[in-house]
C-alpha cells in the first residue's frame, strides 16, 4: 500500500499520520475479503508514505492510479482543527503488487 | 480510537505516519465485524494521535488499557530502515466510546 500525503498543508505530524491512518484504513475496508488483502497482510501490511506539493499533483496521482486499475481511497479533511473542511489530504493506493506502482508513484518522494 | 506513539525514537514524519496507520489497520481488523466497530466507522473513524517519551510509557498506557478492558494493538518495528527490529513504536486503543479513553490516556500530550 502506498499512501500519499500533501506536504503543502503544513500539517503537524500528529493530524499527518492520523489522516494517513484513516486512509489506510479506507482502503483495507475496500478490500475486506480480497486475496490482495490476504497477500499483503501476509506480508505484514507493508506501507509507503509519499508526498506531493499539491492538490493538483494528489489529483493526478489519483488519475494515473484509476488509469492503472489500482483501488484509490481518497480523505477530505472534517475541518475540526487544522485545515478548511472539505480540504483533500491524502489518498491511499492499494493494496497491491509492489511492481503495479511503480508506474503511479515511482517518482515521488518519501514524505 | 487513540494511537500512542513513542516520540522518542526520533522517526520520521512518513514513518511515524507509517506506524500509526499499521496499528489503525490492526486495531480495525481485529473489531471486525462488531457493534464497537461499526459505530465508530458511522461516526467517521475518528482517530487522536498521542505521544510518549519511552517504551516503558507506552507500556503503561497500553497496562492501563488492558485494566480498563479496552481492546489494544501495539506495533514493533520490522527494522528494515531507521529503527532496531522489534523495537515497540506505538500502540492503538479502541475503537471505544470516547469517554473510556479518558482514564487510560486522559494525561497524554498530542503527538
Chains 1, 2 share one sequence.
Do not use: N
Not at 45 to 62: E, I, T, Y
Not at 76 to 100: F, K, N, S, V, Y
Amino acid at each position: 500500500m502506498v499512501i500519499v500525503v500533501r506536504a503543502d498543508l503544513g500539517m503537524g505530524r500528529g493530524k499527518a499520520a492520523a489522516q494517513v491512518a484513516h486512509a489506510a484504513v479506507a482502503a483495507t475496508l475496500t478490500a475486506a475479503g480480497s486475496p490482495r488483502l490476504r497477500a499483503w497482510l501476509a506480508d505484514g501490511q507493508p506501507k509507503v508514505v509519499l508526498r506531493v506539493d499539491s492538490a493538483a499533483a494528489l489529483g493526478d496521482v489519483v488519475a494515473r492510479a484509476v488509469a492503472h486499475r489500482l483501488p484509490v481511497e481518497t480523505i477530505e479533511d472534517a475541518g475540526r482543527t487544522q485545515l478548511e473542511p472539505g480540504t483533500l489530504t491524502c489518498a491511499a493506493i492499494g493494496p497491491a503488487d509492489d511492481d503495479a506502482f511503480e508506474p503511479v508513484t515511482g517518482e515521488l518522494r518519501l514524505y
